[in-house]
């Protein structure tokens, strides 16, 4: 039997060409792509299965050909990319492995519910196959309805082109880096073994609640106070709807770490009519999320973005690149909808992800999301080729017994979200970077790893550059 990653090593199956329904199937992309956009690549992409939970959808999309997404052996499967707005597809590109559809249809939809087929074919023989199609929609998915093969579904990149209606970075919720990160390659090192063994490369940032219940997001409703639903905040004192990085550098923090002055925020959670803060300092993680953790570079003042969505349904949530346990309680884990119950006495935990590949151009853009990818096995995909810290909140809310009343301000617990706005004092969190995460450690907000006391911290006493 074939491994996951023993069939990442196999080569492409043999070329097929057929004419199906009127569309041309033919080896690399046509001429007529010129004029066309690559929309799908770094795109978040979900799947109805994955392989031995080593080959994500996310490796279809990730401009990669040494990844895959690898679905189980049983039919029907399914692989979609949800292209960020409304666009009109003109080709599609599948690049099969060695097991291939044999029978399967291009989808797009404006929902991800309702679908419209553009193409279909029950002869396919696998290869590289270049489809033109004519359809619109947000989300464009393979939906393979016969294996080829005794195993199931593999596609080392699922390529959709056309034209979206986002408009070019020209404005309009695009905003620059000044200057850009430009000419970086995505590392594909293993950093080599040391002794004693790297296990961790981290440090905490340590966050109270700063402002609690504020119907404020700077950056989904900029300057429109009251325009968002309720919002617990961490970190900056000042975060409300004028909220931009001059402000948030004047303001004061709830951090720890006093240099550490971003703003942190995620919708409210209530019990009843009832909201619940997290009490005291909770834990953000700032880690390596890719292999090569000393590639990692600090993120650039300003820097902003979205994690999750609060639209997501529980599928889009479970199936999350970031979405770690989901939500948990005493014994009880990765529960993607609030758990029943809870032990008396415990708290309600979740702990979330973000994308930890940039861009390097912008600092934000319309969907809050486009400028950031995640890692596919590790490695950056090459449209967000710079590696910068991997975020992950670490929330617990004091709430146990009987969960029935228990809902956050954005809806159902996979509507889970939150926002980053970054604000750290840059020559702190450089220090904190090359020190924990570039160094191997796993450190308190000092920089200090208590398994590795020999190494030193970053920072003093007093959570400031020595």
């Given at each position: 039997m074939?491994?996951?990653?023993?069939r990442?090593?196999?080569?492409?199956?043999?070329?097929?060409?057929?004419?199906v329904?009127?569309?041309?199937?033919?080896?690399?992309v046509?001429?007529a792509q010129a004029?066309?956009?690559l929309l799908s690549?770094?795109?978040?992409?979900l799947?109805?299965?994955?392989?031995?939970?080593?080959?994500?959808?996310?490796?279809?999309?990730?401009?990669?050909?040494?990844?895959r997404?690898?679905?189980?052996?049983a039919d029907?499967?399914?692989?979609?990319?949800d292209l960020?707005?409304t666009a009109?597809?003109?080709s599609?590109?599948l690049?099969w492995?060695?097991?291939?559809?044999?029978?399967?249809?291009?989808?797009?939809?404006?929902?991800?519910?309702?679908?419209?087929?553009?193409?279909s074919?029950?002869?396919?023989a696998?290869g590289?196959?270049?489809l033109?199609?004519?359809?619109?929609g947000?989300?464009?998915?393979?939906?393979?309805?016969q294996?080829?093969t005794?195993?199931g579904?593999?596609?080392?990149?699922?390529k959709v082109y056309?034209?979206?209606?986002t408009?070019?970075?020209?404005?309009?919720?695009?905003?620059?880096?000044?200057?850009?990160?430009t000419g970086?390659?995505?590392?594909t090192?293993?950093?080599?073994?040391?002794?004693?063994q790297t296990?961790?490369?981290?440090f905490?940032?340590?966050?109270?609640?700063?402002?609690?219940?504020?119907p404020?997001d700077?950056?989904?409703?900029?300057?429109?106070?009251?325009?968002s639903?309720?919002?617990?905040?961490m970190?900056n004192?000042?975060?409300?709807?004028?909220t931009?990085l001059?402000?948030?550098?004047?303001?004061?923090t709830?951090?720890?770490?006093?240099?550490d002055?971003?703003?942190?925020?995620?919708?409210?959670?209530?019990?009843?009519?009832?909201?619940?803060?997290?009490?005291?300092r909770?834990v953000?993680?700032?880690k390596s999320g890719?292999i090569?953790?000393?590639?990692?570079r600090?993120?650039?003042p300003?820097?902003?973005?979205?994690?999750?969505?609060?639209?997501?349904?529980?599928?889009e949530?479970?199936?999350?690149?970031?979405?770690?346990?989901g939500?948990?309680?005493g014994?009880?884990?990765?529960?993607?909808?609030?758990?029943?119950?809870?032990?008396?006495?415990?708290?309600?935990?979740i702990?979330?992800?973000?994308?930890?590949?940039?861009?390097?151009?912008?600092?934000?853009?319309?969907?809050?999301?486009?400028?950031?990818?995640?890692?596919?096995?590790g490695?950056?995909?090459?449209?967000?080729?710079?590696?910068?810290?991997?975020?992950?909140?670490?929330?617990?809310?004091?709430?146990?017994?009987n969960?029935?009343?228990?809902r956050l301000?954005?809806?159902?617990?996979?509507?889970?979200?939150?926002?980053f706005?970054?604000?750290?004092d840059?020559?702190?969190?450089?220090?904190?970077?090359?020190?924990?995460?570039?160094?191997?450690?796993?450190?308190?907000?000092?920089?200090?790893?208590?398994?590795?006391?020999?190494r030193?911290?970053?920072?003093?006493?007093?959570?400031?550059?020595?």
């Open positions: 074939r491994t996951g990653k023993s990442l090593r196999r080569l492409i199956a043999p070329l097929g060409v057929a004419v329904a009127g569309s041309l199937l033919v080896a690399g046509q001429s004029a066309d956009t690549q770094g795109r978040p992409a799947a109805s299965s994955l392989e031995n939970g080593e080959s994500p959808a996310a490796a279809a999309v990730d401009g990669r050909t040494d990844t997404w690898g679905s189980q052996w029907p499967q399914w692989l979609r990319v960020g707005s009109t597809v003109t599609v590109v690049q492995e060695a097991a291939y559809a044999k029978a399967y249809q291009i989808q797009t939809s404006p929902d991800g519910t309702a679908w419209t087929t553009v193409y074919t029950t002869t396919s696998g590289t196959q270049t033109t199609v004519n359809g619109s947000r989300y464009v998915r393979m939906y393979g309805t294996r080829g005794g195993y579904y593999s596609l080392y990149e699922f056309g034209t979206s209606s408009p070019p970075p020209t404005g309009g919720g695009y905003v620059m880096a000044d200057p850009p990160v970086v390659v995505p590392s090192a293993t950093p080599p073994a040391t002794n004693p296990t961790h490369h981290e905490q940032a340590n966050c109270s609640v700063s402002r609690s219940n504020l404020d700077p950056i989904i409703f900029p300057n429109l106070p009251g325009a639903h309720s919002h617990t905040f970190g004192t000042t975060t409300n709807a004028a931009t001059a402000s948030l550098n004047a303001g004061g709830s951090c720890i770490t006093p240099g002055k971003t703003g942190y925020w995620m919708p409210t959670l209530f019990n009843g009519d009832t909201a619940v803060q997290p009490v005291g909770q953000i993680y700032y890719v090569d953790y000393r590639s990692v600090p993120s650039p300003g820097l902003r973005y979205v994690v999750g969505s609060p639209s997501a349904t529980l599928d949530f479970k199936n999350a690149p970031g979405a770690v346990e939500w948990e309680c014994d009880s884990v990765r529960n993607w909808d609030f758990p029943a119950s809870c032990p008396a006495g415990t708290q309600l935990n702990r979330y992800q973000a994308p930890s590949c940039w861009d390097g151009l912008h600092l934000d853009t319309p969907d809050h999301k486009s400028h950031m990818a995640y890692p596919t096995v490695v950056c995909p090459v449209s967000h080729p710079v590696a910068v810290p991997m975020i992950e909140f670490k929330m617990a809310f004091p709430v146990s017994g969960l029935g009343n228990v301000a954005s809806g159902r617990a996979y509507s889970f979200h939150y926002d706005y970054n604000a750290w840059a020559r702190t969190l450089n220090a904190l970077v090359t020190h924990c995460i570039n160094g191997g450690l796993q450190c308190d907000p000092r920089g200090f790893d208590q398994y590795k006391p020999d030193g911290a970053a920072l003093n006493e007093n959570y400031v550059l020595p």
